[in-house]
């Protein structure tokens, strides 16, 4: 998931520790292995003991009720765990979550109003990662000069917590992408140069060269191609024949080629692109989209 919200690239959201007692919660998701994450889920409420650690439990099982569409079932999971007497912080989950199945079940007035709420409930109750989730959902939905606004709201919360500022690389990723479908292309490409430096400063290499392609992606849009292909090119080198993301870079390598001129190549690299997808185990099927793209760019010429 390049994008939190899963509009580009390919996710890499690729948790594979195991609750071992602590509260963290993002270790137990894996949105490419949902049955996974679920059963991780139903352990971690099953091993706690404290109320308000069952609480956030119910909170995100809850959240995978709605992800697998069985609204209703979540709305129970939230009433049980606002039925235990949650703290401000919990409260402001509980929130958050209702907000979210709103939005999964297409009440997007409501949730607008929900994500709203959260943000403030959990401002007050200082827990900041809950308010940046808040403020991420409201910002995926907004329009980019709002979600400009947001953004900005969520980088002096992290200046005032600085071990949530990995919460601003989805920020920049998916107000980066909103940029761009707005044709405002530059800017676009600012952030994703600033996703990029962030990941960078956090030592979050995958993440860093998926924002690396995204602004080939955007230099290729200004015209700067020589740009965009050096980019690719140290990205090649450094990913290596085995590595993360390669696929990413010989896809917007093939579109490269396309745009200027170089159908061999092009072909070239759209094949290897998809024989990597394919090895990942993505297919046609999931992603209809980008593998038609993709067989259109390695079309023989004539």
């Known amino acids: 998931m390049v994008r939190s919200d899963g509009r580009a690239g390919l996710p890499f959201n690729q948790f594979e520790q195991t609750w071992a007692g602590c509260m ?72 958050l979550e209702r907000a979210r199945l709103a939005r999964e079940e297409g009440r997007s007035a409501m949730a607008a109003t929900g994500f709203h709420q959260a943000a403030g409930q959990a401002r007050a109750a200082a827990a900041t990662d809950v308010a940046l989730d808040a403020l991420h959902m409201q910002a995926i939905a907004a329009p980019p000069a709002v979600a400009r606004a947001i953004v900005d709201q969520a980088e002096r919360l992290t200046r005032e917590a600085p071990s949530q500022r990995h919460w601003l690389g989805p920020f920049y990723n998916n107000l980066g992408w909103a940029l761009f479908e707005a044709g405002e292309i530059a800017d676009a490409l600012e952030m994703f140069n600033r996703d990029k430096a962030l990941r960078r400063s956090l030592g ?17 849009y200004l015209g700067r191609n020589a740009e965009a292909l050096d980019q690719l090119q140290r990205l090649v080198v450094e990913i290596g024949p085995q590595g993360f993301g390669l696929g990413l870079v010989f896809e917007e390598r ?32 999931q992603h209809p989209s980008r593998f038609a793209r993709l067989s259109h760019l390695a079309e023989p010429t004539g």
Not at 206 to 216: L, Q, S, T, Y
């Open 24 to 95: 963290d919660i993002d270790a137990l998701w894996d949105f490419d292995d949902l049955p996974a994450s679920k059963a991780r889920l139903e352990a971690a409420l099953a091993a706690a003991t404290a109320p308000q650690d069952q609480a956030i439990w119910l909170t995100q099982l809850a959240r995978m009720a709605g992800l697998e569409g069985d609204f209703t079932q979540g709305e129970l999971l939230l009433d049980q765990a606002e039925a235990i007497g949650p703290t401000a912080a919990t409260t402001a989950r509980i929130t």
């Open 204 to 220: 979050a290499e995958n993440e860093r060269r998926v924002a690396g392609v995204n602004a080939a992606k955007m230099l290729r």
């Open 254 to 285: 093939a579109e490269l080629a396309f745009a200027t001129g170089k159908p061999e190549e092009a072909r070239h690299y759209a094949d290897e692109a998809r024989r990597l997808f394919e090895a990942r185990g993505m297919s046609a099927d």
